[in-house]
T-cell receptor, first 115, second 112 residues
Framework: NAGVMQNPRHLVRRRGQEARLRCSPVKGHSHVYWYRQLPEEGLKFMVYLQKENIIDESGMPKERFSAEFPKEGPSILRIQQVVRGDSAAYFC?????????????FGEGSWLTVV | SQQGEEDPQALSIQEGENATMNCSYKTSINNLQWYRQNSGRGLVHLILIRSNEREKHSGRLRVTLDTSKKSSSLLITASRAADTASYFCATDPYQGAQKLVFGQGTRLTINP
């Protein structure tokens, strides 16, 4: 997986709590993507970020979800007031550029369970 | 709407046999990629085929792409138990971005 690090790997939250998922891209990659995988489904694009900028958040739910990729530190996907339907695997990916055809590298995922 | 659709949804074969999985998509694409996902794990990139390519090989993997039919196939030859996983195709229909669109996957089981 060429070094995309996600944590925590597993997270359990009660309904109404907040979930924070962290992603450190491959060293030198300035493009980060978050995808969500619901049980028994494929991955769905959520958001694309570059350092300090959200480039495309067309796949993000309008409420309760936010993402950032600060100048220093990992990218964060934040889910406020979680509900059971947020239970899913959240994958981060990174790439060195957005040139079509470049492989993007996925992390091992953060598996959120809302109880 | 779902861009990539894999077929079959589940496939179970004996070790040593060949496994073929298909993917169809709706819009024009730049590339099509295949990924493998072991249960509870992240995605592993297998192979990328560009829209101007028809066939590509990598080890025991063979991928074909038919842009006129908007379909691709992944063939795994001489399957092994370790090939048991879910396989996803992903397309990038958006110019200049890595906003991949995934299918729902084929769950492949290799029986020893």
């Amino acid at each position: 997986n060429a070094g995309v690090m996600q944590n925590p790997r597993h997270l359990v939250r009660r309904r109404g709590q907040e979930a924070r998922l962290r992603c450190s891209p491959v060293k030198g990659h300035s493009h980060v993507y978050w995808y969500r995988q619901l049980p028994e489904e494929g991955l769905k694009f959520m958001v694309y970020l570059q350092k300090e900028n959200i480039i495309d958040e067309s796949g993000m739910p309008k409420e309760r979800f936010s993402a950032e990729f600060p100048k220093e530190g990992p990218s964060i996907l934040r889910i406020q007031q979680v509900v059971r339907g947020d239970s899913a695997a959240y994958f981060c990916a990174s790439s060195p550029s957005t040139v079509s055809g470049n492989t993007i590298y996925f992390g091992e995922g953060s598996w959120l369970t809302v109880v | 709407s779902q861009q990539g659709e894999e077929d079959p949804q589940a496939l179970s074969i004996q070790e040593g046999e060949n496994a073929t999985m298909n993917c169809s998509y709706k819009t024009s694409i730049n590339n099509l990629q295949w990924y493998r996902q072991n249960s509870g794990r992240g995605l592993v990139h297998l192979i990328l085929i560009r829209s101007n390519e028809r066939e590509k090989h990598s080890g025991r993997l063979r991928v074909t792409l038919d842009t006129s039919k908007k379909s691709s196939s992944l063939l795994i030859t001489a399957s092994r138990a370790a090939d048991t996983a879910s396989y996803f195709c992903a397309t990038d229909p958006y110019q200049g971005a890595q906003k991949l669109v995934f299918g729902q996957g084929t769950r492949l089981t290799i029986n020893p």
